[in-house]
């Protein structure tokens, strides 16, 4: 992946995500419409996360990730990707997530370029996560600035980690009578170890499956509530 260009990896993504239908830029007002009946227009439990790429300076593709402040009321020292709940004057998913990668690293939406919008995924409690994909082309016009309040560090992975059986461990869980792997990802930075994993890992999992066009080294088996915003409807995001 080192040789390719990030012109070309916003062009391949984009590419993928209108060959497998998973995704598009911005969804147009009848988009918006048909999403919102899927879904629910229930916005307090609809979320969206960033997963913004760039290039490493080895040439590897690398993703923005963050440790959540220890002060939080839920899910607090966790490891996840910028995001957060939809607000009532976000106009979309996209919005959500750039005004929450704003809010809580001081990422300049003017910095990142818009690949496409996956699938949601829902976590057990009911929450809708859309994961949106974008690229940031100038790492270095980017100066990270974590919201204490919400955000203990920031830091980058690469992202075909997430494809490999290397320092990954999976746990076997059931819910509903249907068991499913939890992986866990060990990575350490600038002396800090990190676990990645839950939603933050499946999302991750999915996103480098699609970039790299090829499944993980390993056995996903992902919980079926993850799924359960399409399961049952013909239109998604």
Sequence with gaps: MGSNNLGGVLERLEELAQQFGLGRPRPSADDAISIQ??????????????????????????VILTKRASTLSSHSGEVSL?????EEGDADDVETALREAKEEIGLDPSLVSLVTVLEPFVNKIGLTVVPVIGILSDKK???????AAEVEAIFDAPLEMFLKDENRRAEEREWMGDKYLLHYFDYEAENEKYVIWALTAGILIRVASLVFQRPPAFLERSPKFWNRATDSNTTSP
Excluded: M
Aim: net charge positive; hydrophobic share 30%.
């Design 82 to 86: 910028p995001g957060g709940k939809r």
């Design 37 to 62: 009946q899927a879904l629910g227009s229930n916005k307090t439990k609809r979320a969206a996360v960033l997963i913004c790429l760039f290039q490493g300076p080895h040439g590897d593709l690398r």
């Design 141 to 147: 016009a980017f100066s990270p600035s974590p919201n």
